[in-house]
């Protein structure tokens, strides 16, 4: 599995939206060991040190992909050893009582220094760690969260809550403000068990540091799954998800992370936040629904009860070919208003399509997908068909239910999984390769695209000369909107591309937030979309949130400058 | 269809969960004119004054429910005439400024003085309106709410915002504390435009103070409904669903009135909170949802952009008996963790099955239907039927799609929507009747169930002597667990009737609270279930909410008492 995983039959695709599971419902799991040391992730991109590059496949794909693209490339370049890297000392060492679960030896501290945007992994490979952690405290429990919570408000040192490390937001990066005496990284890696499963209820009580493998893995042992499954899935964790409103497999209804939750416990400096556990309740504000989002601002996410359910016993699923974006866009506006519920529903534009071997560039392609722990979806699928050949969709060929090969819903399902991987060899050879998505109403979404979109296109050809790229394809859809999410792939300069990154991205941010989208529909705020996130959101509501980040945590000392500036 | 509204042909049901439409898919509008001053609601019961007892039908109808039920009653009582009513007199008047919007005339304040829980009207049957507002405020537009808040703040008058007044919670009673110089109600009656549609994203801009009727007339005349049909439908607006987090119609997947959240806009007194119109967000913590259930704490919410639809154009309905409660129990959690989706879904016991003439006490009945605006939903309730006999159910016998007639589904209906008349005459005579609600998981119900029965059949023989019932119903189910609504019908004692359900109150609460329910799915906390709710709330979400809430009104006037102690 894990070769299909590094090297894709086909293209590329950025963090972020759901549905990479094989045939059987879950997604292919990584080679990943659970014990500490056996096996360190790359210091600088996705995966695993012995995922490193160069591996001759990812090189002869991505080089495939430019030239298809007319992407100039350079010649390979490597990433800094982290032998080479050097790293400011850490300002503070751990207290005796915490020393056992801390290091602050370079492997931790350089993987700690950065999530994974394309800026992250730029830096990362030349060797960029500016604001690594001083030490990262690897809590095996919530009492020594407490303790480490405690230390840090009696020195004012900003304590970051890390999952995955797999924010493209800025999320985990320790740039805290000059207030602070220093920074460290809680990696919630230890916590990462199944502690109950509820099979009456279909939910489980599962701790914040398991990734998408470890905890379907528990799961699967019980016949459920979670079936959440970002990009980021193979490292990402449940609570990273909570924390930053994931959005995962399911491309309508239950969209976000937190319509999974049942309850939520986390620690804050001012005590233990645990909700009730609860199928529903109107008690007052949501509890759960303010540590949703809340990106470590309030506390560390520790456990939570999430709704699971059996693996799905019916599937189907089809590609439906239109003759442009927009046109698919109507149909799948039809779609996500009869009230059909597709597990998957995305729609590709021709670039993204040809980009993914979905389609040969000719046209936009929706993947299209029911499934079911109880019943037959042959009618749902077929009454979606009905609605596509109304909008002039035609299905392109394939086999029947699950069927495998090479067709437009595999293509685009190992692309979607294989994309990490495949950026870390563009940043290998130039080639600038990031996303960015956001959310707006269907009324408006032809003209918001379209200019986007020229904003996109006008900043890359202004930054990144001849030869850039611009697609878009939803990733959820709801009754009122869709979920654009754009693709960008350009030729960089090498040792410039961050700050290339920076001018297209100002450029983009500045046209979604001036069109009325959102600057984010599930990859969070973090640091990077601060600027406009602070233009988006209620001035009340900011006081609002500041006072009850206040009221927890008086010491500012989680997560500072994430949501809000950090305190000074 | 006024008529139908108040003799129903059944008995009755209690403040709450939704479904009550007509086969067209709207509830039966109410004869309720717009103009103010043209016809006035009662000053202490349900529906207008031209509706007033005795009504021969009602007291006909109340009297064979009682005698069915062996519950001994008094002769019919005369509510005490608004002209013997004594008020102490206002601590305040309005300034000259906001004098033109103001009133103090005795039935504005007795009609604003309490909301609509059966003590409430116990009181207001009785005269005894204790905590009337100073003033009542009717602004026509933002800019008097904020000259209202304005002035509240500076004065230190307690603001309280007024919807429909259907609170059972205490909501809107102005019990504020002695921290205050008085108490204003803000009536929104005059908000009640529905003032865009936009027919592409299916979503409308309305006014907070619209009623369900006034609304539902609006998108009529539009081919579109917002289909939230609570039981206070007739009365209960849509700033008032949003600020207490009400429950409707449907009894799955989107249950509560923030599911249809696109954005909201409210006045607090730190300024303008409306956020960005979006189909879906993940920015940060989620305003919207910080506003949902604020209860009048943070601001008045003045309009809000939510997701309607057409009408359905496929309705199915059916009911299903089974031999006990927890059989249909067990069958619902596998309809529930189906996918199934049905729009209702609700479970009587026996004893409310035979009280709103749905069976004959000796089954539980399941009232289950499904709809959609684009497909039929034949398969759909076909799989929920097959899902019905596995577990022993039987369907009971009725006409095909949208029948009309004497069947168990319609008189469900019929007897929820005139629920609120009858329990006015059963208070006349001498009949306690309230009903209290919650949410659990399922693999806790069955002994949740029993316990919390058991806590208030016991509490009722204490308190009320021989005679007194308890009824479940299901109102809303999720995949993890359901809704259970209770239904408490008992003599009372004249004179002692609140003191009588005060006491039956606290039993079951604690009950509640004890076995790890939530004291409120949809009903919200007010006032009256403060002790619980505090109880439940994580400490920590506490103080962030009094922080998030010392932010945006910092004098502490609005709405003080509820969800948080009034500011001293």
Chains 1, 2 share one sequence.
Not at 6 to 11: E, I, S
Not at 277 to 288: F, I, K, N, Q
Not at 316 to 322: E, L, P
Request: proline fraction near 6%; aromatic fraction near 8%; charge should be negative.
């Amino acid at each position: 599995m894990r070769t299909r995983l590094v090297v894709t039959r086909a293209g590329l695709l950025q963090h972020g939206d759901g549905v990479a599971t094989t045939a059987a419902g879950v997604p292919a799991p990584a080679n990943r060991l659970g014990a500490v040391g056996v096996r360190r992730h790359k210091h600088w991109g996705w995966g695993f040190e012995d995922q490193q590059l160069p591996s001759g496949d990812a090189h002869a794909l991505a080089s495939t992909l430019a030239t298809r693209l007319g992407i100039k490339t350079w010649d390979l370049e490597a990433p800094v050893a982290l032998e080479a890297v050097h790293l400011a000392p850490p300002r503070l060492a751990p207290p005796a009582a915490l020393a056992e679960i801390s290091t602050s030896d370079e492997h931790a501290r350089a993987s700690h220094a950065l999530g994974k945007s394309y800026t992250d992994v730029v830096r990362g490979f030349r060797g960029r760690f500016e604001h690594p952690p001083d030490f990262v405290a690897r809590p095996r429990g919530e009492s020594e969260i407490e303790r480490l919570l405690e230390w840090c408000a009696s020195e004012r040192v900003a304590a970051i809550p890390f999952g995955g490390g797999t924010s493209v937001v800025g999320g985990v990066t320790p740039i805290v403000g000059a207030g602070y005496n220093g920074a460290i990284s809680i990696d919630l890696g230890a916590l990462d068990r199944v502690l109950e499963v509820d099979p009456v209820s279909r939910s489980a009580r599962i701790q914040a540091g398991a990734s998408g493998p470890t905890l379907e893995r528990q799961l699967g042992e019980q016949g459920l799954t979670l079936r959440h499954f970002p990009q980021s899935f193979e490292f990402s964790t449940l609570g990273g998800w909570i924390a930053t409103r994931a959005a995962g497999h399911f491309a309508t209804v239950w969209t976000h992370m937190e319509d999974f939750l049942e309850s939520v416990r986390a620690l804050t400096p001012a005590g233990v936040w645990a909700s009730r556990r609860l199928p529903g309740s109107g008690a007052g504000v949501s509890p759960d629904r303010m540590l949703a989002g809340s990106e470590g601002t309030l506390g560390v996410i520790t456990e939570a009860w999430v709704r699971v359910q059996p693996r799905p016993q019916h599937r189907h699923s089809a590609a439906v070919r239109f003759a442009s974006f927009l046109l698919g866009a109507e149909c799948v506006r039809e779609i996500a208003q009869a009230g059909l519920h597709p597990s998957n529903c995305r729609l590709l534009d021709a670039g993204e399509a040809r980009l993914t071997s979905a389609g040969d560039g000719s046209h936009a392609v929706l993947v299209l997908g029911f499934e079911s722990t109880d019943h037959p979806v042959d009618a749902s699928i077929e009454r979606a068909l009905e609605i596509c050949a109304g909008h002039g969709g035609e299905v392109t060929p394939r086999g029947g239910q699950a069927a495998a090969g090479a067709d437009a819903v595999t293509s685009w399902r190992e692309a979607f999984l294989g994309a990490p991987y495949l950026r870390d060899t563009l940043v290998a050879m130039g080639v600038l390769s990031e996303t960015f998505e956001t959310a707006i109403t269907w009324e408006r979404f032809p003209a918001f695209h379209e200019r986007v979109n020229a904003a996109a296109t006008q900043a890359l050809s202004e930054v990144c000369g001849e030869g850039g790229h611009v697609f878009c394809r939803f990733t959820h859809v709801y009754p009122d909107g869709p979920a654009p999410y754009f693709t960008v792939l350009a030729p960089a300069r090498r040792g410039e591309e961050v700050e290339q990154w920076q001018a297209v991205k100002r450029a983009v941010s500045d046209a979604i937030e001036a069109e009325g989208g959102t600057i984010t529909h599930h990859h969070a705020v973090g640091r990077d979309h601060r600027p406009w996130y602070d233009l988006q959101r209620p001035e009340p509501f900011a006081a609002a949130l500041r006072g009850a980040k206040g009221a927890v945590d008086p010491a500012g000392v989680m997560n500072p400058g994430v949501l809000f500036d950090p305190a000074s």
